[in-house]
């Protein structure tokens, strides 16, 4: 699963949480300040909201794993 077959979405609530989900469940929501910022930095462009989601949810690459069939 990529984001770019299986992407994040959100939707930002009247109360300013912002509900952030994928395959059509929510994953986490978002409240307070970081709510605030998260949905200020959103609405530029695909990608950089992909990433933004990504990052809120814990879901991205770290830069330490390794590749499927890498040797150790």
């Known amino acids: 699963m990529s984001l770019d077959t299986d992407p ?17 469940r929510v994953v986490v929501t978002v409240r307070g300040a970081q709510a605030r910022r998260l949905a ?20 991205y690459k770290r830069g330490n794993e390794r590749a499927p069939n890498a040797r150790p």
Do not use: E, M, P, W
Not at 9 to 20: A, F, M, P, Q
Not at 40 to 59: C, F, K, M, S
């Open 8 to 24: 994040f979405d959100y939707r930002i609530t009247k109360s300013g949480d912002v509900l952030v989900s994928r395959g059509g």
């Open 40 to 59: 200020g930095d959103l609405g530029r462009d695909d990608d950089h909201d992909q990433q933004l989601l990504a990052r809120v949810t814990g879901n």
